[in-house]
């Protein structure tokens, strides 16, 4: 199978890696309360979403169009870097609370259809080039914004209990305000009127 993968399926492939060692982190930092950890993992979304650019780039560089493998590759690879991961550095970071976890759960889903519906929906969108030319919904890469928020509010100290937005309890459990900038992210991705130009 590996003999299969182009050059852009391997740069996918280190995107999803990047995704999953950040995932790895979050729990070191959980179980070790160490830093270091999560600010690794912060770093490493980023570099997920450089794999991701440039699998793109060097499929066109190569005048490969992409092929059924390698698109459901990147959705698989996106799902982990910037669903799973963002998610998971979220609930590190103190937004743990029930209605936290279902916000973020939903983040999550909301991704993954996302995701599900571009690759059903992109030989429809497609114009005469091939080219897909607008996204439904925001892509799911927009979540590293989330991940920058997050850094500067442990840049700030602003994690755990000092969380930016501070804590509300809702049917005896936590909702962070924080939580909701996600569950907006998850709707945005959703939306089918919201109509983004691909670069």
Avoid at 89 to 102: E, H, K, Q, R, Y
Wanted: hydrophobic share 50%.
């Amino acid at each position: 199978m590996l003999r299969s993968y182009t050059p852009a399926d391997a740069l996918t492939i280190g995107n999803a890696a990047c995704g999953t060692i950040a995932i790895f982190l979050c729990l070191d930092f959980i179980a070790a309360d160490n830093r270091r950890f999560l600010w690794t993992a912060f770093l490493l979304l980023p570099l997920a979403l450089v794999c991701d650019v440039l699998d793109g780039y060097v499929a066109r560089l190569n005048r490969t169009r992409q092929s059924a493998l390698g698109a459901d590759l990147d959705s698989l690879a996106d799902v982990i870097s910037f669903g799973v991961a963002p998610a998971t550095l979220a609930f590190a970071c103190g937004v743990s609370g029930g209605w936290d976890a279902l916000v973020l759960v939903y983040f999550v889903c909301c991704g993954v259809s996302r995701l599900a519906r571009y690759n059903v929906t992109a030989e429809s969108l497609s114009g005469e080039s091939g080219k897909v030319k607008y996204f439904e919904g925001t892509p799911i890469p927009t979540s590293v914004l989330l991940t920058a928020l997050l850094a500067w509010a442990i840049w700030q100290g602003r994690i755990g209990a000092q969380l930016v937005g501070g804590t509300w309890t809702l049917l005896g459990a936590d909702l962070h305000p924080f939580a909701l900038l996600f569950a907006l992210s998850g709707t945005l991705m959703i939306s089918k009127t919201l109509r983004i130009p691909k670069l």
